[in-house]
């Protein structure tokens, strides 16, 4: 499915259907293609990531899922995008080939984070060689440092990065550093495609000149959320503000109660009536609790 169009609005940051046993499900995922385009608006789709728990998979549950993703979003999706990265560099060749072999239009990978690179250069190298798996696809690098603890700043490693690696095409900025992501910005915003990953601060993110973003909740607030990016396109702050503030409104809520991949599943659950399972292990399943608190609040905002 490698797309003619250039990765831009929001981009789903998928969940990992899984059935009440911890198996990987995809007998939901062509209803989950449809939920995100109809209900959602939401085109583009980023597998296997944090929200995905492509990290607690294995390589072959991995696979399996880019397959499902790639052949059920043909002809609906225009983006499927497949995260490759892995703590082993032949892990992440392998992922990265596969992803290309099934269809994939662009392929992205993180920082290792056990042993990690120290130094722009050896993070270019590894993410070098998985790219050059997949030489006919753009690469995406995946930046979230409060995970992977590698704060190598992404203007210093853009700078320079297409010689290294032609197919690279652009970064997932899931960080809260603003000036860093600003000065992507400034520097390669024709050359490439600078998209944001933290949902509560998009707004912020736009008026620096996003290209797009991708995030969990645009699985269950991404109508919301294209109203905002339509808003924020016409010029009407003020509106735009209204629709940042009701996801900050809902995540505000949440975080108090304890928010993460566990109960992002929850909430799609509850929000789209397809069934996401319990998280794998060491996560745990959402309480009942915030699984009622969640659902009152999801259904009392407004914009
Ligand atoms: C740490 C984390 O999970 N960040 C999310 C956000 O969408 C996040 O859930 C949201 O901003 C709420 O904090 C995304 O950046 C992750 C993501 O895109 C992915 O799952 O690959």
């Avoid at 991708?214 to 959320?225: A, D, F, H, M, R």
């Avoid at 209204?242 to 304890?258: A, D, H, I, N």
Wanted: aromatic share 10%; with cysteine; hydrophobic share 45%.
């Amino acid at each position: 499915m490698a797309s003619p169009k250039r990765l831009q609005g929001l981009t789903a940051a998928t969940i990992t259907p899984m059935t009440p046993d911890g198996e990987i499900n995809l007998s939901v995922i062509g209803q989950y293609v449809d939920y995100l385009v109809k209900e959602q608006d939401v085109k583009n789709v980023f597998v296997n990531g944090t929200t995905g728990e492509g990290l607690a998979l294995s390589t072959q549950e991995r696979k399996q899922l880019a397959e499902e993703w790639v052949t059920k979003g043909k002809n609906k999706l225009d983006h499927v995008i497949i995260h490759v990265g892995a703590l082993s560099l032949p892990e992440a060749k392998e992922l990265a080939k596969h992803a290309a072999a099934t269809g994939a239009s662009g392929i992205a990978g993180i920082a290792p984070f056990f042993f990690k690179p120290t130094n722009k250069d050896t993070l270019v190298a590894f993410l070098r060689e998985v790219a050059s798996e997949a030489p006919g696809i753009p690469f995406y690098y995946y930046h979230i440092p409060p995970l992977t603890g590698v704060k190598i700043r992404v203007e210093e490693l853009l700078d320079g990065i297409k010689e290294q690696i032609p197919t690279f095409q652009g970064v997932k900025f899931s960080d809260t550093d603003l000036l860093d992501f600003a000065q992507c910005v400034k520097n390669n915003k024709e050359q490439f495609v600078l998209l944001y990953g933290v949902d509560e601060h998009l707004l912020s993110a736009l008026a620096m000149g996003a290209s797009g973003a991708v995030g969990s909740t645009y699985n269950y607030l991404g109508k919301k959320n294209n109203l905002m990016l339509e808003a924020f396109a016409k010029q009407d702050l003020a509106l735009a503000q209204r629709y940042q503030f009701c996801t900050g409104e809902f995540l505000s809520f949440v975080f108090k109660l304890g928010f993460g991949v566990a109960q992002t599943k929850a909430v799609m659950t509850f929000t789209s009536g397809i069934p996401m399972g319990p998280p794998r292990l060491p996560l745990l399943s959402a309480s009942v609790d915030f699984i009622e608190k969640a659902k009152a609040k999801m259904e009392s905002l407004i914009v």
